[in-house]
């Protein structure tokens, strides 16, 4: 086993990865800048690392600090959370090169699902529908490009091969807009990502995202824990998750998981991983995988009883899943409401100082969260500051316990986002039946 582990995160990840390494006996060695200095998840470790300032170049994606950190403190794992280093295959051989088990999969299984072309590839040798589009990079010829797009036919989606957090992606709705939308993605996805490699897929105008968790070991076994919903989204960011995704036959949702864990396997993958999709007309079509934890596990959580971030660690630390697939069962419904320091109206990033906060509590009721009265958001990181998660027999248990939630949520200092989640968790038609990507656009700009 791991006998003491670096968290290269912060935030309420860094409290949930604590957790789950106190659970299995795992001392913990936190790393924070000097802005998250005296922080909840900074006081609750073993060990606090101050590994630079406030800019998350300096701190949070300082590898050679984050090594020399681990390495002084006698670590012998790194977990790196979501989004920060987490799909950075030159920091997980890094780490593995410095004696140190990376909690994810190998840098290569990394670089190669962090490319969605050659994710799309993998996955159609394992026999998975990808969004019909092109399988290489789009050429630099505008003329080629127009071949191409009048190939997979109009709206089209232009997006950035190493994209991720939702940027790099622009629809072209004509022929006309392509010439201009090629430039100004390929601007943007040098700047953001390094790479200013594009490809292009039909752009679906009314699907819903479900994407499925899977678990694989370092000896072959894999297994999959069903899917999550993710459709509520704005700018491509997940606001609301949920599990399971209701409508989509279970059937499909076990076919295209097996398919997902052949691919597993052709790679060689092991950890924790999710592959997402769009769903639409009863069909899925894979548009990537996420090499890593994230931020929605807990809604799979709830309705499998799985850890797991514990699952993470065992496998980090070469355990063989005990888990078999026939005993993995979903029970009930969960939701997860990403509860982010913003202006509910405009969006605009509210840091600041939070004088009181009281977390909601109750049956089916789970808070992860590093606030605390007194806490500083600060301007320079990610604005989620807490997840609401519920859980209940069915859907409307699940949705009317997070309206009680939110409504017992108290933020005072800082405004947030939750007056849109009561929004879109009491409008009839979500509570109905779930709802396209688009919804949210549209309940925000009804004649746009
Ligand atoms: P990222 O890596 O930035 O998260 P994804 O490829 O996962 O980008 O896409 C994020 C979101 O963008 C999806 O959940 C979906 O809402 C939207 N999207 C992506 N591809 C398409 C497509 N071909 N058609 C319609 N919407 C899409």
């Given at each position: 086993m791991i006998k003491r582990l670096v968290i290269a995160n912060r935030g309420e990840i860094a409290l949930r990865i604590q957790r789950a390494a106190r659970a299995l006996g795992i001392e913990t060695v936190q790393i924070h800048s000097t802005a998250d200095a005296g922080t909840s998840f900074v006081r609750a470790a073993d060990l606090a690392v101050c590994v630079g300032p406030a800019a998350t170049a300096d701190s949070y994606l300082n590898m050679p600090r984050i090594i020399a950190a681990a390495l002084a403190s006698d670590c012998d794992a790194v977990h790196p959370g979501y989004g920060l280093l987490s799909e950075n295959p030159e920091f997980a051989a890094l780490c593995e090169e410095s004696g140190l088990a990376f909690v994810g999969p190998r840098a290569e299984c990394i670089a190669k699902m962090g490319d969605k072309i050659a994710a799309r590839n993998v996955m159609t040798a394992a026999g998975v529908p990808c969004v019909p589009g092109t399988n290489d990079p789009l050429p630099d010829d505008l003329d080629a490009c127009r071949t191409v797009a009048a190939g997979i036919g109009y709206p089209v989606i232009i997006k950035a091969a190493h994209g991720g957090g939702g940027r790099g992606m622009r629809v072209v709705r004509q022929s006309d807009d392509l010439a201009a939308a090629l430039k100004t993605t390929r601007a943007e996805a040098r700047n953001a990502f390094g790479d200013d490699t594009l490809f292009m897929e039909r752009f679906l105008d009314r699907p819903r995202h479900v994407e499925i968790q899977i678990l694989a070991d370092a000896h072959g076994n894999a297994v999959h824990l069903g899917e999550r919903d993710c459709s509520m989204q704005r700018r491509h960011q997940k606001v609301i998750e949920e599990a399971p995704a209701m409508g989509v036959s279970r059937a499909l949702i076990d076919a295209t998981a097996a398919a997902c864990l052949r691919a597993c396997r052709d790679l060689g993958y092991a950890g924790a991983g999710t592959f997402e999709f769009l769903y639409q007309d009863g069909e899925m079509f894979f548009i990537e995988m996420n090499t890593r934890l994230q931020?929605?596990?807990?809604?799979?959580?709830?309705?499998?009883?799985?850890?797991?971030?514990?699952?993470?660690?065992?496998?980090?630390?070469?355990?063989?899943?005990?888990?078999?697939?026939?005993?993995?069962?979903?029970?009930?419904?969960?939701?997860?409401?990403?509860?982010?320091?913003?202006?509910?109206?405009?969006?605009?990033?509210?840091?600041?100082?939070?004088?009181?906060?009281?977390?909601?509590?109750?049956?089916?009721?789970?808070?992860?969260?590093?606030?605390?009265?007194?806490a500083e958001v600060p301007p320079y990181y990610d604005g989620m500051v807490a997840k609401l998660v519920t859980s209940g027999r069915d859907r409307t248990e699940a949705i009317d316990r997070m309206m009680g939630a939110l409504a017992a949520l108290r933020i005072d200092g800082i405004q947030s986002n939750a007056p849109l989640h009561r929004r879109l968790l009491?409008?009839?038609?979500?509570?109905?039946?779930?709802?396209?990507?688009?919804?949210?656009?549209?309940?925000?700009?009804p004649e746009a």
């Open positions: 931020v929605e596990h807990c809604v799979t959580e709830a309705i499998t009883g799985i850890d797991i971030v514990q699952w993470q660690l065992r496998i980090a630390a070469g355990e063989p899943l005990t888990l078999r697939q026939e005993d993995i069962a979903l029970h009930g419904h969960a939701m997860e409401c990403r509860i982010n320091a913003e202006d509910p109206e405009t969006f605009a990033p509210t840091p600041g100082r939070v004088r009181d906060f009281i977390p909601p509590a109750g049956n089916g009721i789970r808070v992860e969260t590093h606030l605390e009265p007194g009491s409008h009839p038609a979500f509570r109905e039946e779930p709802q396209t990507i688009h919804f949210i656009e549209h309940l925000i700009a």
